[in-house]
């Protein structure tokens, strides 16, 4: 099983900062990782998948990079509406697996 | 617009069967471009992708709950299901289940909105 690893397990910011989060593949998981956003009480979206593909409607302001086994999410300048929990996912040799999330909270 | 809704009972006792159906709306469950996916989330903690099924009956588990899990297709219903057997406290978790289009964006996207499951006596 491919383990996800992110940091940092919270990240408290301003809004208007850029947010970094990262996250680390125990193995090379090519470019199959993408990024959700959780708000309390709602299910996951989808905002950037094969690494760097925003999803529809997707703001401009969100972006991925990476390859292989380290990928970063990047919020250019946070908005109010921002401020959730993300989480890295990857498919890999039909087995799913999720990072444990990074709290991004107003600081 | 695809929608996907979770439904079920919401407490389930120690050692018996849980057992929860995803209608899907605004698309058909037996086109040949989606897989469809259980994922639960214990509260306060992160997400588990529990397995996977293609219209065709076609599924894939996670070994971690392989041996309890049985996901299956009614394309008459536009509907997919969850059996986990033999729970406990352990799997008491929002349930969610979500589209993946293997074709395009081949990632969950969009989920229900989930239903807790409460494994209690």
Redesign the interface.
């Known amino acids: 099983?491919i383990v996800l690893t992110q940091s940092p397990a919270t990240l408290s910011l301003s809004p208007g900062e850029r947010a970094t989060l990262s996250c680390r593949a125990s193995q090379s998981v090519s470019s199959y990782l993408?990024w959700?956003q959780q708000k309390p009480g709602?299910?996951?979206?989808?905002l950037i998948?094969d690494a760097s593909n925003r999803?529809t409607g997707i703001p401009a302001r969100f972006s991925g990079s990476g390859s292989g086994t380290d990928f970063t999410l990047t919020i250019s300048s946070l908005e109010p509406e921002d401020f959730a929990v993300y989480?890295c996912?990857q498919?890999s040799n039909?087995?799913?697996?999720?990072?444990?999330?990074t709290r991004l909270e107003i600081k | 617009q695809l929608q996907l809704q979770e439904s079920g009972p919401g407490l389930v006792k120690p050692s018996e069967t849980l057992s929860l159906t995803c209608t899907v709306s605004g698309a058909s469950i037996s086109s040949t471009s989606y897989y469809w996916g259980w994922i639960r989330q214990p509260p306060g903690k992160g997400l588990e992708w529990i397995g996977s099924i293609y219209y065709s009956g076609s599924t894939y588990y996670n070994p971690s709950l392989k041996s309890r899990v049985t996901i299956s297709v009614d394309t008459s219903k536009n509907q997919f299901s969850l059996e986990l057997s033999s729970v406990t406290a352990a799997d008491t978790a929002v349930y969610y289940c979500a589209r993946r289009d293997w074709q395009l964006v081949p990632w969950f996207d969009p989920w229900g909105q989930g239903t807790l499951v409460t494994v209690s006596s």
């Open positions: 099983e993408a959700y709602q299910a996951p979206r989808l998948y999803a989480y996912h498919r039909w087995m799913y697996t999720f990072g444990q999330g």
